[in-house]
């Protein structure tokens, strides 16, 4: 998370507009959006990833799966790998991120992906953005949404995609 960030403008479809927004410099004009990118990665032996926020973030010490903003000139692919990395430390391979769905917010449309863990990795988390992290059950992320323990962003998101994230692990476990 870099204040002073600079992202493309996309219309409601993810489509670039030819303008950018900087981070932290006023609102995202009405009907523009820009692009967040998430990722769950899994096991083998289908445990995911989640992370708690660091003390000093907005929604600090809940829950959630690694995500950031994609900056300007980045696929939301580009920036779901390199948020993973700045975060967590892992980088798995781009093409064998699975885009599960986007959840559309007033000023972003948040792309979910789904990825392996990269075998030999290690998790090296970025204390700035990090304060742990889990690896969990499924049934665990079903409880701790439910316990409003995930960072607020992430409740409607989890009641739209979390389904399909359980899916697309399942077909990556096959």
Known sequence: MGTGELWDLTDD??????RTHRRGIGEIPPG???IVSATCVYRPDGAVLITRRAAGKD???TWEFPAGSALAGETSVEAATRELREETGLSPDPARFRFVGRFP???ALVDIYTAPFPDGSVLALDPEEVAEADWVTTDDVEHLRNLDAFAA???PRLDAL???MKDAIGQGLR
Not at 13 to 18: A, D, L
């Open 13 to 18: 479809r993810g489509r670039p507009v030819g």
């Open 32 to 34: 523009f959006f820009h």
């Open 59 to 61: 929604y600090p010490l």
């Open 105 to 107: 917010e007033p000023s």
């Open 153 to 155: 962003p992430w409740l």
């Open 162 to 164: 979390w389904q399909p």
